[in-house]
RNA sequence: GCCUCCAUAGCUCAGCUGGUUAGAGCGGCGGACUGUUAAUCCGUAGGUCCAAGGUUCAAGUCCUUGUGGGGGCGCCA
């Protein structure tokens, strides 16, 4: 007989079924109730064994941690706590889990433990809602931007360019580090690598993206990403994974307009989907924000969050006006900002994000117009000469999770832009080409995929809502 | 990269201004009970107090260095 999922069994409950469910042991309670989890939902399904006629070596074995398989008849529960359950008549140990070894039991342990053990860290019920919840985000994002008519493109993971700006980059090379090649004038013989020049590992599908956009029309990518800075805090990871749409004929207004729109879409079909997980991480959730001093306290609950960046619109500003409004907070003419901000063109740190997002508007911010000297070599000047086409969407929280702008589309201009920032005009002839045969305005953004599960989820460290984090130093697993 | 905090049983943690044989809960093992819900009750075993130096009559506790980890900041998504 085939096995059923316990997600399935629980949602249909086809009483006085026989059927078999494959699992893992959470709990074995009174030697006769095994709480089982396959995976299939955070739930579990209760299986009741016969202690009077079951082996008891085989009952000895069924410990947390275990893998095994029932064969039995699903009835209504006659405890509480469950509409149905499993009266086994046949038990098979796949796999023990020795209870003297196995480091997980059922009791809370902390995310610091469950970090260095990643690969059990699967089986407890936070990090199974965390990833499943994870899985019907990334659907979803898939899944908005197919219905709206973008084109899901694959941009390299290996490249040549190290003109993007974006950060340090991980080096790929195939050369012998023991014995590097040189050439005659001291420097690195890079002919003779794989690729016969320089290669890195991408750190943003951007650039690629636009040439996709400029002939597809509309086009996203989703893939991994790597930044070799040293960053330690709990919002970066050094390998992650990012969603880059880039739209042609589109300008910034409509580049707010669909990341707003997506981010809405998503977030409520996983209110929608993920029902359980969710409220599992809303209790998650409510109980760590109570173990918090009070003013570090979220007004609201993970369920509540969710819910208001459905229902609202995010609060669109310029940053001459963020300046404003934070030259003018409390905080500031108190100096009770570490940086205090003296005058328009300062770049704004996260205490002043959180300032905007979490006390000033109480709701999702997007900040547009950025002062050139402060953003990329990309992003289409305005007409005042000072400021350019960015924006940034805050969420309480975690902070940025989108950057984007509309690109600088006209090619005088985005020539002397790059002459002023010393970008490599030759190198990226490419890029320029864009420019020069049927050029038009275009604009995309970039939406750190695991900033959005963390706020999502109410994860407060990064490092738990990817399955292997690497991080400056860490590399396991 | 900078600033901070932490490291005690398999896990979560207590251990006061340095002072005798380092404690609890969970988990393990043995038993009792049996429709339980992280089951309960009784008993029991379990420690290189992260490592290496140092101060002291005496170090889990103080100092130095190292290792591992957390939090904050910067860089960003």
């Known amino acids: 007989m085939k096995a059923r999922r316990i997600a399935e069994l629980l949602r249909t409950q086809p009483i006085d079924e026989q059927v078999v469910i494959q699992g893992w042991v959470r709990t074995f309670r009174n030697?006769?109730?095994?709480?089982?989890?396959?995976?299939?939902?955070?739930?579990?399904?209760?299986?009741?064994?016969?202690?009077?006629?079951?082996?008891?070596?085989?009952?000895?074995?069924?410990?947390?941690?275990?893998?095994?398989?029932?064969?039995?008849?699903?009835v209504p529960s006659q405890g509480r706590g469950q509409s149905v359950e499993l009266v086994a008549d046949d038990i098979t140990i796949h796999g023990e889990a020795d209870p003297e070894k196995y480091p997980l039991?059922?009791?809370r342990h902390s995310m610091e433990f469950l970090r260095e053990i990643a690969h059990l860290r699967f089986r407890t019920n936070t990090f199974g809602a965390v990833f499943r919840v994870r899985h019907a985000l990334a659907f979803a994002i898939h899944k908005f931007f197919n219905d709206e008519g973008f084109y899901y493109l694959h941009t390299p993971v290996i490249t040549?360019?190290?003109?993007?700006?974006?950060?340090?980059?991980?080096?790929?090379?195939?050369?012998?580090?023991?014995?590097?090649?040189?050439?005659?004038?001291?420097?690195?013989?890079?002919?003779?690598?794989?690729?016969?020049?320089?290669?890195?590992?991408?750190?943003s599908g951007q650039l690629e993206a636009e040439l996709g956009a400029l002939a597809l029309g509309k086009v996203y990518t989703f893939g991994p990403t790597f930044r070799a800075e040293n960053s330690n805090t709990s919002r970066h990871l050094a390998e992650f994974w990012m969603i880059e749409?880039?739209?042609?004929?589109?300008?910034?207004?409509?580049?707010?307009?669909?990341?707003?729109?997506?981010?809405?879409?998503?977030?409520?079909?996983?209110?929608?989907?993920?029902?359980?997980?969710?409220?599992?991480?809303?209790?998650?959730?409510?109980?760590?924000?109570?173990?918090?001093?009070?003013?570090?306290?979220?007004?609201?609950?993970?369920?509540?969050?969710?819910?208001?960046?459905?229902?609202?619109?995010?609060?669109?500003?310029?940053?001459?006006?963020?300046?404003d409004i934070?030259?003018?907070?409390?905080?500031?003419?108190?100096?009770?900002?570490?940086?205090?901000?003296?005058?328009?063109?300062?770049?704004l740190q996260s205490e002043h994000e959180r300032y905007l997002?979490?006390?000033?508007?109480?709701?999702?911010?997007?900040?547009?117009?950025?002062?050139?000297?402060?953003?990329?070599?990309?992003?289409?000047?305005?007409?005042?000469?000072?400021?350019?086409?960015?924006?940034?969407?805050?969420?309480?929280?975690?902070?940025?999770?989108?950057?984007?702008?509309?690109?600088?589309?006209?090619?005088?201009?985005?020539?002397?832009r790059m002459a002023e920032m010393d970008i490599p005009v030759k190198e990226l002839y490419w890029y320029l080409d864009t420019r020069k045969f049927g050029t038009c305005p275009h604009a995309g953004y970039g939406l750190g995929f695991e900033r959005l599960v963390q706020f999502v989820t109410g994860m407060s460290n990064i490092r738990d809502v990817i399955a292997f984090p690497r991080t400056p130093g860490n590399a396991n697993f």
Not at 31 to 54: C, H, P, W
Not at 174 to 197: A, Y
Not at 277 to 303: C, I, M, T
Not at 385 to 413: C, N, Y
């Open 31 to 74: 030697n006769q109730f095994i709480a089982m989890s396959d995976g299939s939902t955070i739930k579990t399904l209760q299986v009741v064994v016969d202690r009077e006629t079951t082996d008891p070596e085989i009952l000895k074995r069924i410990n947390t941690g275990a893998a095994i398989e029932a064969h039995g008849t699903l």
């Open 105 to 107: 039991q059922p009791k």
């Open 160 to 203: 040549a360019s190290d003109a993007e700006g974006a950060g340090e980059m991980f080096r790929v090379t195939t050369l012998d580090l023991h014995k590097v090649p040189m050439k005659e004038q001291g420097s690195i013989d890079f002919k003779q690598d794989f690729f016969e020049r320089e290669t890195n590992l991408t750190v």
């Open 245 to 323: 749409p880039e739209v042609a004929f589109c300008d910034l207004d409509d580049n707010m307009d669909l990341a707003e729109a997506m981010l809405k879409y998503v977030v409520s079909y996983v209110i929608r989907e993920c029902n359980d997980d969710l409220a599992f991480l809303n209790d998650r959730f409510v109980k760590e924000e109570q173990s918090k001093p009070k003013q570090e306290r979220s007004e609201w609950s993970l369920l509540e969050k969710l819910a208001f960046i459905v229902e609202h619109d995010f609060e669109r500003l310029t940053y001459t006006r963020a300046i």
């Open 326 to 347: 934070l030259r003018n907070s409390k905080p500031n003419r108190k100096k009770k900002f570490n940086y205090v901000i003296e005058e328009w063109g300062a770049d």
């Open 357 to 416: 997002v979490e006390k000033h508007f109480k709701k999702p911010v997007i900040l547009t117009d950025y002062p050139k000297d402060i953003k990329a070599f990309y992003m289409r000047m305005n007409d005042d000469d000072k400021t350019v086409r960015a924006m940034d969407i805050l969420f309480p929280g975690i902070g940025e999770i989108v950057g984007g702008s509309q690109r600088e589309e006209r090619l005088d201009a985005l020539k002397a």
